[in-house]
DNA sequence: ATTTTTTGTGTCTCACTGTGTCATCACGGA
DNA sequence: TCCGTGATGACACAGTGAGACACAAAAAAT
């Protein structure tokens, strides 16, 4: 997969973008966005799987990279400190990363069927992050709704970042995010 | 829509929990699922918007449900127990009126496709439970996060309990979901 | 340098999805 | 009995996603 022309993915990306900004998305067929990108159909659907992933371009190599993060935070962390200190990281370069980030997400939020994908990728997402802390040795149970509820930070920071337009880094908003989970939660923690 | 034949609804939903079981999900088209329970493909569609959402047969009252749910809970409970509170019941009552709900909850969770919708579902009622939050009183920060977090109790809560197959009440399973949540994260409050 | 293999693309084809439209049929009320 | 309403069937159509095959260019092997 990895020697498919890079500058194509992102033609794609792009053209897709413009497109259903410009039609909305509803009007706009796999036909268009190829044709922009000038390429044909059916090459499209080789480089996305269908008309939703192209919103996502350029997350494929999110999941290990989250493994990794969390594989790499120092011992001993609790476990939602584990899990949002990863995703602090991992979401950080994935924002430096992207091109036109901004005008996607906005895409995503307002199209349902986008909209449904994203949350796919989150659970994805989840699902590495109860694995990873499950290989550290937290309970599987834990594991599981930590990664859920770290995720659940995750979206939340992301939305604020976006809001904030540059004027705030992912680390902060991740742990604004945190805060606010914090405070919800009556702790069983006396000490 | 309330003149819409029940008997057919169900038909429908049986005919495909069948067929999905029997020749798997990709191999069963509309056609199929429409000629087994004794109509017409475009009839189909006029039950069931597409072919993922005839396995959510009977949840279509959940969210008016649950808003009123949340907005009957004792006032002055905290929002997270308010959440918690009100899906325990809405859960409870919409378990004890499904048909063939743990068929359909394992194809669900065995079919991506199936699984996505399943998410935007629960998407759905995270937005209630915080529109009902909000009227409330509640901050709108605190009550978006408190009802995405309220809706990973509740899916466990669902798993836990079709796990027990009818050794386990659904009101406790919520409660057990709650309690590993309250260990997950660690508290501020500290009385 | 020539052959072989791999990789991306174009072309053609096909089953299926989801929707619009129109005709029909059952049923309840005036 | 006639009429209106709402469910249903019949038909048509744009669009999706994927398989099969050929072809060109690059990479690897000889």
Redesign the interface.
């Known amino acids: 997969m990895g020697r498919w022309d890079v500058a194509t993915h992102w033609r794609l990306a792009n053209a897709a973008t413009e497109l259903f900004e410009e039609r909305g998305y509803d009007a706009v067929t796999a036909t268009h966005i190829a044709e922009r990108a000038g390429v044909t159909r059916r090459s499209y659907f080789r480089y996305y799987a269908d008309k939703r992933e192209v919103m996502f371009a350029g997350t494929g190599q999110t999941p290990p990279e989250l493994y990794q993060a969390v594989r790499a935070v120092c011992p001993g962390t ?4 584990t899990a949002l200190e990863a995703l602090a990281r991992v979401g950080s370069l994935l924002i430096a990363h992207q091109r036109n980030l901004a005008r996607r997400r906005a895409l995503i939020e307002a199209i ?1 069927e986008l ?3 994203d ?2 990728k989150l ?1 994805e997402l989840a699902e590495v992050v109860c694995a990873a802390l499950t290989h550290r040795g937290a309970d599987e ?2 594991a ?3 990664a ?2 770290a995720l ?2 995750y ?2 920071a992301l939305a604020r970042w976006l809001k904030a337009e540059g004027r705030e880094d992912f680390a902060s908003c991740i742990a604004a ?1 945190a ?13």
């Open positions: 609790p476990p939602l400190a349902p909209k449904e994908r949350r796919t659970a149970d834990t599981r709704i930590v859920q509820i659940v930070a979206e939340n995010a805060t606010t989970l914090q405070a919800a939660v009556p702790g069983t923690a006396h000490p």
